[in-house]
């Protein structure tokens, strides 16, 4: 981590990790259990991260953003249980998915506990401007995720839609936590439309780099199987711009792979070499870092500072990190 970022969300970092321990305690042992594994499975805490630097940079000096820090990862680790199911993942952040380890029935329950608890806990903050910020995005990330399953195997999904797909199901819930730092900061309107703009550009970037990342990456630096969006039949933009640009033979070669009743990795093998050849994720990371462009501009009104520095760096490295 970045000596600037690591020395203003360090100590605040370990008390959400405190809070989630906290909020992970219940007498129904399965839910203990399954929580502890989870907290141990650690993850980069980049939403934490964000809620954190953007209350400093909105000069909050209170202490409530750290329950409301676990709040946007409890949903968001609700939300990672509920895909895995649907996915049939068999890795999440380098171990066994909760699903391969306790089952999907389990995955589901403790992900609505998560979602329960996380709504519980943001009563008890009693702010209603962030509840309807933080259960707005609630309702957009499942309609995002349900609109990515009715999209599975479409070949035909434009760039259009699939930036839709991700705005919902990826960047709705980061924006939240970015503007959530300027409502504890009581930062005017305009400058909270800046916050929420500025997560929400950061959001789509930091998706299509994980979906670049899945046929690029090395999978013990990703910490999850590569490859899985093929297999899952998800349409994401390095297979989209491949697509735009190959020959027909080559869309039919796709087209047979595509909806093979098993891809195998000497397939999976193909498809990644095509996608290298057209380009398609030096496309998408050039269209990540033109959504972390527009991020950037939407802090402009911010006076340099350490927060500033910091949580423009936490953007660079939506487009830098390997994991």
């Keep these: 981590m970045d000596p600037i970022i690591e020395s203003l969300v360090s100590d605040d970092l370990r008390k959400v990790e405190a809070e989630f321990k906290k909020n992970l ?39 409530r953003h750290i329950p409301l820090a676990s709040i946007i990862e409890f949903i968001h680790t609700a939300s990672l249980l509920h895909d895995d199911v649907v996915d049939e993942a068999e890795l999440r952040r380098g171990s066994a998915s909760a699903n391969t380890v306790w089952g999907s029935e389990a995955s589901v329950l403790v992900g609505d ?32 995720e349900i609109q990515e399953l009715i999209n599975t195997s479409d070949l035909s999904l434009s760039e259009e839609d699939y930036i839709s797909i991700v705005t919902r199901k990826t960047a709705v819930l980061i924006s939240a936590a970015c503007q959530i730092g300027a409502i504890l900061g009581r930062a005017d309107p305009r400058t909270e439309r800046s916050m929420a703009s500025f997560g929400l ?20 630096e990703f910490g999850k199987t590569i490859g899985t969006d093929l297999k899952e039949g998800k349409v994401t933009l390095p297979l989209i711009r491949t697509l735009q640009r190959c020959t027909p033979t080559e869309r039919k070669q796709l087209e047979d792979i595509f ?8 397939q999976f093998l ?11 994720p030096n496309y998408t990371l050039e269209r990540a870092k033109g959504f ?3 991020a950037k501009k939407c802090l402009a009104e911010f006076q340099t ?3 500033k520095t910091a949580i423009l760096g936490l953007a660079d490295y939506v487009v830098e990190r390997r994991i």
């Design 25 to 63: 305690d219940s007498d129904v042992v399965l839910i203990s259990k399954m929580g502890q594994y989870l907290l141990g499975s650690g993850g980069k805490r980049f939403r934490p991260m964000i809620l954190i630097l953007s209350t400093k940079l909105c000069g909050y000096q209170g202490d």
């Design 113 to 144: 506990f998560l979602f329960s608890k996380s709504f519980w806990l943001m009563v008890q903050d009693g702010d209603r401007r962030i509840l309807r910020v933080l259960s707005e995005a609630c309702t957009r990330l499942a309609e995002g």
């Design 201 to 220: 550009n950061l959001g789509i970037a930091f998706q299509l780099v994980d979906d670049t990342l899945d046929y690029v990456s090395e999978e013990k």
């Design 259 to 266: 909806f093979s009743d098993k891809i195998t990795h000497d």
């Design 270 to 280: 193909v498809v990644v070499e095509m996608i290298q050849k057209h380009q398609a």
């Design 292 to 294: 972390v462009t527009e």
């Design 305 to 307: 500072s350490e927060a």
